[in-house]
């Protein structure tokens, strides 16, 4: 079952992100990737809301959080899941974990972004 609702809910995140983003993106222009920011920022503010809702207990089963964190914030946009973990050290007076975490994933991701690019100009060659 738990597959199932992942499933389910990273197919409804990954529709609302390509609606999201399309219509913000027409709205705003091409000078700027509006889309992707608006994504970004609100999938983080449903984040932190379903998180603060899910720390109460009894709020949230985990078949929804399966659903709604997982599934549907991870369909929607993995920025959220990243941020939701570095507040979550920083709240637990991990701050050092938090940082890390921010530097480690700028530094690496855009570094893994160059060499797919690297590597993929080598192998079209």
């Excluded at 709020?59 to 997982?70: D, E, I, K, P």
């Excluded at 991990?94 to 797919?116: D, E, K, P, Q, R």
Aim: aromatic share 8%.
């Amino acid at each position: 079952m738990t597959p199932l609702l992942v499933a389910l809910g990273g197919a409804v995140g990954a529709v609302l992100r390509y609606w999201v983003s399309m219509a913000v993106q027409r709205s705003l222009g091409p000078e700027f990737p509006w889309g992707t920011l608006a994504v970004n920022v609100s999938g983080c503010f449903v984040m932190g809301l379903v998180a603060a809702v899910a720390d109460r207990q009894g709020y949230l089963t985990q078949g929804a959080r399966l659903f709604l964190v997982v599934g549907g914030l991870g369909g929607f946009t993995t920025f959220s899941a990243f941020a939701n973990e570095t507040v979550s050290a920083a709240r637990a007076g991990a701050t050092a974990v938090g940082i890390l975490n921010v530097a480690a994933s700028v530094v690496l991701c855009l570094a893994a972004v160059w060499l797919g690019r690297l590597t993929a100009g080598i192998v079209a060659r």
